[in-house]
Protein backbone atom coordinates (compact mmCIF):
# COMPACT_ATOMS: atom_id res chain seq x y z
CA UNK A 1 0.00 0.00 0.00
CA UNK A 2 1.55 3.80 -0.54
CA UNK A 3 2.30 6.09 2.25
CA UNK A 4 -0.93 8.11 0.90
CA UNK A 5 -4.08 6.16 -0.37
CA UNK A 6 -6.05 8.96 -0.08
CA UNK A 7 -5.65 12.82 0.23
CA UNK A 8 -7.00 12.97 3.70
CA UNK A 9 -4.12 10.66 4.72
CA UNK A 10 -1.96 12.88 2.68
CA UNK A 11 -2.84 16.51 3.81
CA UNK A 12 -2.56 14.34 7.76
CA UNK A 13 0.81 13.24 7.03
CA UNK A 14 2.02 16.62 5.61
CA UNK A 15 0.57 18.63 9.10
CA UNK A 16 3.09 21.62 10.06
CA UNK A 17 2.04 23.81 11.99
CA UNK A 18 2.60 27.72 10.40
CA UNK A 19 3.82 30.61 12.17
CA UNK A 20 3.67 33.08 9.50
CA UNK A 21 0.96 34.17 7.52
CA UNK A 22 0.62 36.46 4.16
CA UNK A 23 -1.67 39.07 3.99
CA UNK A 24 -4.39 37.61 1.77
CA UNK A 25 -7.48 37.95 4.03
CA UNK A 26 -9.70 34.23 4.62
CA UNK A 27 -12.79 34.84 2.16
CA UNK A 28 -15.76 34.56 4.07
CA UNK A 29 -17.18 31.73 1.96
CA UNK A 30 -14.10 29.51 3.20
CA UNK A 31 -14.30 30.63 6.39
CA UNK A 32 -17.88 29.40 6.53
CA UNK A 33 -17.04 26.07 4.82
CA UNK A 34 -14.39 25.13 7.74
CA UNK A 35 -16.78 25.54 10.50
CA UNK A 36 -19.33 24.21 8.64
CA UNK A 37 -17.19 20.98 8.34
CA UNK A 38 -15.90 21.82 11.91
CA UNK A 39 -19.87 21.78 13.53
CA UNK A 40 -20.37 17.81 11.64
CA UNK A 41 -17.34 16.81 14.15
CA UNK A 42 -18.39 13.84 16.82
CA UNK A 43 -20.26 15.09 20.25
CA UNK A 44 -20.70 14.14 23.62
CA UNK A 45 -24.48 15.20 22.05
CA UNK A 46 -24.85 18.53 23.72
CA UNK A 47 -21.95 20.30 21.83
CA UNK A 48 -20.91 22.96 24.70
CA UNK A 49 -18.31 25.06 22.79
CA UNK A 50 -18.17 27.95 20.79
CA UNK A 51 -15.12 29.70 18.83
CA UNK A 52 -14.93 33.47 19.34
CA UNK A 53 -13.40 34.69 15.67
CA UNK A 54 -11.07 37.59 15.79
CA UNK A 55 -10.11 39.95 13.24
CA UNK A 56 -9.76 43.38 14.65
CA UNK A 57 -6.57 43.96 14.79
CA UNK A 58 -6.68 46.10 17.88
CA UNK A 59 -8.07 43.07 19.88
CA UNK A 60 -5.25 41.23 18.23
CA UNK A 61 -2.59 43.32 19.86
CA UNK A 62 -4.03 43.55 23.26
CA UNK A 63 -3.70 39.36 23.52
CA UNK A 64 -0.33 39.45 22.12
CA UNK A 65 0.26 41.72 25.17
CA UNK A 66 -1.52 39.85 27.37
CA UNK A 67 0.74 36.86 26.37
CA UNK A 68 3.42 38.40 27.03
CA UNK A 69 5.63 35.71 25.17
CA UNK A 70 5.95 37.70 22.13
CA UNK A 71 4.07 34.86 19.57
CA UNK A 72 3.92 37.60 17.03
CA UNK A 73 1.80 35.13 14.85
CA UNK A 74 -1.38 36.04 16.99
CA UNK A 75 -0.45 40.00 15.28
CA UNK A 76 0.24 38.46 12.17
CA UNK A 77 -2.67 35.63 11.21
CA UNK A 78 -5.69 37.54 9.67
CA UNK A 79 -8.11 35.31 11.93
CA UNK A 80 -7.50 33.97 15.68
CA UNK A 81 -10.00 32.18 17.02
CA UNK A 82 -10.65 31.14 20.67
CA UNK A 83 -12.07 27.86 21.28
CA UNK A 84 -14.19 27.62 24.45
CA UNK A 85 -15.97 25.27 26.20
CA UNK A 86 -19.59 26.80 26.56
CA UNK A 87 -22.11 26.04 29.12
CA UNK A 88 -24.18 29.02 28.63
CA UNK A 89 -26.20 28.01 25.75
CA UNK A 90 -27.59 24.75 27.41
CA UNK A 91 -28.06 26.78 30.87
CA UNK A 92 -30.05 29.44 29.09
CA UNK A 93 -31.86 26.67 27.00
CA UNK A 94 -32.80 24.69 30.77
CA UNK A 95 -33.92 28.18 31.78
CA UNK A 96 -35.99 29.07 29.35
CA UNK A 97 -37.78 25.66 29.47
CA UNK A 98 -37.34 25.56 32.27
CA UNK A 99 -34.95 21.89 33.20
CA UNK A 100 -32.88 21.09 35.72
CA UNK A 101 -28.73 22.04 35.33
CA UNK A 102 -26.21 20.96 36.96
CA UNK A 103 -23.35 20.93 33.85
CA UNK A 104 -21.20 23.76 35.37
CA UNK A 105 -21.04 21.62 38.85
CA UNK A 106 -20.79 18.14 36.98
CA UNK A 107 -16.86 16.78 36.32
CA UNK A 108 -18.48 14.49 33.75
CA UNK A 109 -20.43 17.37 31.88
CA UNK A 110 -16.80 19.33 32.17
CA UNK A 111 -14.78 16.10 30.94
CA UNK A 112 -17.13 15.55 28.13
CA UNK A 113 -17.24 19.28 27.02
CA UNK A 114 -13.42 19.97 27.17
CA UNK A 115 -13.05 16.79 25.04
CA UNK A 116 -15.90 18.09 22.34
CA UNK A 117 -14.66 21.09 21.88
CA UNK A 118 -10.88 19.57 21.34
CA UNK A 119 -12.07 17.38 18.78
CA UNK A 120 -14.30 20.59 17.14
CA UNK A 121 -11.28 22.67 17.37
CA UNK A 122 -9.07 20.11 15.60
CA UNK A 123 -11.86 19.18 13.29
CA UNK A 124 -11.65 22.93 11.84
CA UNK A 125 -8.22 22.81 12.05
CA UNK A 126 -8.09 20.03 9.26
CA UNK A 127 -10.06 21.80 7.56
CA UNK A 128 -8.29 24.55 7.11
CA UNK A 129 -5.41 23.08 5.90
CA UNK A 130 -8.03 21.43 3.29
CA UNK A 131 -8.86 24.64 2.27
CA UNK A 132 -4.95 25.85 1.61
CA UNK A 133 -4.99 27.12 4.97
CA UNK A 134 -2.01 27.44 7.78
CA UNK A 135 -2.71 27.32 11.36
CA UNK A 136 -0.89 26.71 15.27
CA UNK A 137 -2.44 26.44 18.30
CA UNK A 138 -1.80 28.74 21.19
CA UNK A 139 -1.75 27.33 24.31
CA UNK A 140 -1.00 29.59 26.70
CA UNK A 141 -4.53 31.30 26.90
CA UNK A 142 -5.45 29.94 30.05
CA UNK A 143 -2.70 32.02 31.89
CA UNK A 144 -4.70 34.84 31.08
CA UNK A 145 -7.91 33.80 31.11
CA UNK A 146 -8.99 37.03 32.68
CA UNK A 147 -7.97 39.01 30.74
CA UNK A 148 -9.76 37.87 27.58
CA UNK A 149 -12.99 37.09 29.36
CA UNK A 150 -12.91 41.00 30.23
CA UNK A 151 -11.98 42.10 26.60
CA UNK A 152 -14.14 39.70 24.65
CA UNK A 153 -17.18 39.69 27.21
CA UNK A 154 -17.11 35.91 27.57
CA UNK A 155 -19.83 35.52 30.31
CA UNK A 156 -20.18 32.90 32.95
CA UNK A 157 -20.45 29.27 32.09
CA UNK A 158 -18.07 29.78 29.29
CA UNK A 159 -13.93 28.92 29.26
CA UNK A 160 -11.29 29.58 26.93
CA UNK A 161 -9.27 26.44 25.68
CA UNK A 162 -6.97 27.35 23.13
CA UNK A 163 -6.01 29.96 20.71
CA UNK A 164 -5.34 28.75 17.01
CA UNK A 165 -3.71 31.85 14.40
CA UNK A 166 -4.88 30.77 10.84
CA UNK A 167 -4.24 32.25 7.70
CA UNK A 168 -2.59 31.63 4.12
CA UNK A 169 1.14 30.76 4.90
CA UNK A 170 3.99 33.08 3.81
CA UNK A 171 6.56 31.27 2.18
CA UNK A 172 7.62 26.88 2.04
CA UNK A 173 5.17 25.06 4.20
CA UNK A 174 7.79 23.57 6.60
CA UNK A 175 8.22 19.79 6.95
CA UNK A 176 6.51 17.44 9.22
CA UNK A 177 8.05 17.82 12.58
CA UNK A 178 9.17 14.03 14.47
CA UNK A 179 6.74 12.93 16.13
CA UNK A 180 6.73 9.51 18.62
CA UNK A 181 6.36 6.79 16.41
CA UNK A 182 2.47 4.26 16.31
CA UNK A 183 5.00 1.90 17.82
CA UNK A 184 5.51 3.91 21.05
CA UNK A 185 2.39 4.92 21.29
CA UNK A 186 0.02 1.75 20.06
CA UNK A 187 -0.41 -0.69 22.55
CA UNK A 188 -2.11 -4.20 21.57
CA UNK A 189 -4.69 -5.14 23.86
CA UNK A 190 -3.53 -4.19 27.29
CA UNK A 191 -0.59 -1.32 28.17
CA UNK A 192 2.50 -1.93 27.87
CA UNK A 193 6.24 -0.70 28.89
CA UNK A 194 8.54 -0.17 26.58
CA UNK A 195 11.99 -1.60 28.13
CA UNK A 196 14.26 1.42 28.92
CA UNK A 197 16.46 1.48 26.09
CA UNK A 198 13.48 1.56 23.51
CA UNK A 199 11.84 4.30 25.59
CA UNK A 200 14.98 6.86 25.93
CA UNK A 201 15.94 5.96 21.67
CA UNK A 202 12.12 7.14 20.86
CA UNK A 203 11.99 9.97 23.08
CA UNK A 204 15.58 11.33 22.29
CA UNK A 205 14.99 10.39 18.09
CA UNK A 206 12.25 13.14 18.43
CA UNK A 207 13.10 15.67 21.29
CA UNK A 208 16.95 15.49 20.33
CA UNK A 209 18.96 13.65 23.55
CA UNK A 210 21.50 16.09 24.98
CA UNK A 211 22.23 19.69 25.85
CA UNK A 212 25.60 21.19 25.95
CA UNK A 213 25.91 22.44 29.98
CA UNK A 214 25.66 26.36 30.39
CA UNK A 215 25.51 28.02 34.28
CA UNK A 216 21.68 29.21 33.14
CA UNK A 217 20.45 26.01 32.43
CA UNK A 218 22.30 24.07 35.88
CA UNK A 219 20.65 26.88 37.51
CA UNK A 220 17.15 26.74 36.44
CA UNK A 221 18.09 22.66 36.78
CA UNK A 222 18.64 22.91 40.48
CA UNK A 223 16.35 24.89 41.46
CA UNK A 224 13.20 23.62 39.78
CA UNK A 225 14.65 20.29 41.16
CA UNK A 226 14.78 21.78 44.77
CA UNK A 227 11.43 23.02 44.71
CA UNK A 228 9.96 20.16 43.98
CA UNK A 229 11.53 17.58 45.17
CA UNK A 230 14.57 18.95 47.58
CA UNK A 231 17.87 19.72 48.02
CA UNK A 232 18.70 16.30 47.92
CA UNK A 233 17.27 15.55 44.96
CA UNK A 234 18.88 18.52 43.13
CA UNK A 235 22.10 16.82 44.51
CA UNK A 236 21.26 14.06 42.28
CA UNK A 237 20.06 15.70 39.46
CA UNK A 238 23.82 17.94 39.12
CA UNK A 239 25.11 14.54 40.19
CA UNK A 240 23.75 13.30 36.90
CA UNK A 241 24.35 15.84 34.38
CA UNK A 242 28.65 15.75 35.99
CA UNK A 243 28.29 12.10 35.05
CA UNK A 244 26.85 12.30 31.75
CA UNK A 245 28.88 16.01 30.74
CA UNK A 246 25.54 16.94 29.33
CA UNK A 247 21.83 18.22 30.06
CA UNK A 248 19.47 15.29 28.97
CA UNK A 249 16.16 16.52 26.97
CA UNK A 250 13.93 15.65 29.82
CA UNK A 251 16.26 17.62 32.37
CA UNK A 252 15.87 20.75 30.18
CA UNK A 253 12.58 20.16 29.55
CA UNK A 254 11.15 19.99 33.01
CA UNK A 255 13.52 22.74 34.30
CA UNK A 256 13.38 25.44 31.48
CA UNK A 257 10.43 24.72 29.46
CA UNK A 258 7.28 22.68 30.74
CA UNK A 259 8.79 24.25 34.29
CA UNK A 260 7.66 21.26 36.81
CA UNK A 261 7.50 23.94 39.73
CA UNK A 262 5.07 26.10 37.54
CA UNK A 263 3.09 23.65 36.80
CA UNK A 264 1.79 22.78 40.11
CA UNK A 265 2.48 26.19 41.72
CA UNK A 266 -0.38 27.98 39.66
CA UNK A 267 -3.16 24.68 40.19
CA UNK A 268 -4.63 26.92 42.59
CA UNK A 269 -4.64 30.04 40.43
CA UNK A 270 -6.79 28.61 37.74
CA UNK A 271 -9.27 26.64 39.93
CA UNK A 272 -10.03 30.24 41.22
CA UNK A 273 -10.73 31.43 37.57
CA UNK A 274 -12.48 28.49 36.75
CA UNK A 275 -14.69 29.63 39.74
CA UNK A 276 -15.03 33.16 38.87
CA UNK A 277 -15.75 31.96 35.11
CA UNK A 278 -18.81 30.36 37.19
CA UNK A 279 -17.73 26.06 36.87
CA UNK A 280 -17.25 24.47 40.48
CA UNK A 281 -17.36 20.69 39.54
CA UNK A 282 -14.23 20.14 42.03
CA UNK A 283 -16.46 21.25 44.61
CA UNK A 284 -19.26 18.71 46.41
CA UNK A 285 -22.54 19.20 45.63
CA UNK A 286 -25.37 19.39 47.64
CA UNK A 287 -28.36 17.19 46.03
CA UNK A 288 -31.83 16.55 47.53
CA UNK A 289 -32.21 13.14 48.34
C1 LIG B 1 -2.27 22.43 22.97
C2 LIG B 1 -1.24 23.06 22.08
C3 LIG B 1 -0.65 24.27 22.45
C4 LIG B 1 0.29 24.89 21.63
N1 LIG B 1 0.79 26.12 21.98
C5 LIG B 1 1.64 26.74 21.15
C6 LIG B 1 2.08 28.06 21.44
O1 LIG B 1 1.71 28.65 22.46
N2 LIG B 1 2.92 28.65 20.55
C7 LIG B 1 3.32 28.04 19.39
O2 LIG B 1 4.08 28.64 18.62
N3 LIG B 1 2.93 26.78 19.10
C8 LIG B 1 2.09 26.13 19.93
N4 LIG B 1 1.62 24.88 19.61
C9 LIG B 1 2.08 24.21 18.38
C10 LIG B 1 3.13 23.17 18.70
O3 LIG B 1 4.34 23.81 19.00
C11 LIG B 1 3.27 22.22 17.49
O4 LIG B 1 2.04 21.61 17.22
C12 LIG B 1 4.32 21.17 17.80
O5 LIG B 1 5.60 21.75 17.94
C13 LIG B 1 4.40 20.14 16.68
O6 LIG B 1 4.65 20.78 15.46
P1 LIG B 1 3.64 20.64 14.24
O7 LIG B 1 2.29 21.15 14.64
O8 LIG B 1 4.25 21.48 13.15
O9 LIG B 1 3.58 19.18 13.88
C14 LIG B 1 0.69 24.25 20.42
C15 LIG B 1 0.10 23.03 20.05
C16 LIG B 1 -0.85 22.46 20.85
C17 LIG B 1 -1.51 21.17 20.41
Not at 53 to 61: G, H, L, P, R
Not at 84 to 107: H, Q
Not at 268 to 281: C, I, N, V
Amino acid sequence: MSLHPNQTIKLLHGHASIRTFSDRKIEPAVLATIFEAGTHAPTGGMQPYSVIKIEDAETKQKIFEFDGVEQKQILNAPVDLIFCVDMRRNKRWAGIEVAPFTATSSFEEWWIAFQDTCIFMHTVCIAAEAMGLGTVYIGTVYWYFDKLRELLEIPEGVFPVVLLCMGYPAGEKPNPRKKLPPRVVVHDEKYSDLPDWELIEALDAKHGDQLKISDERLEAARKVATAVHGKEFAEKVLAKIRENGYISMVQYLYSLAYVADDGVRNNERYLTMLKDAGFDWFEPYELNE
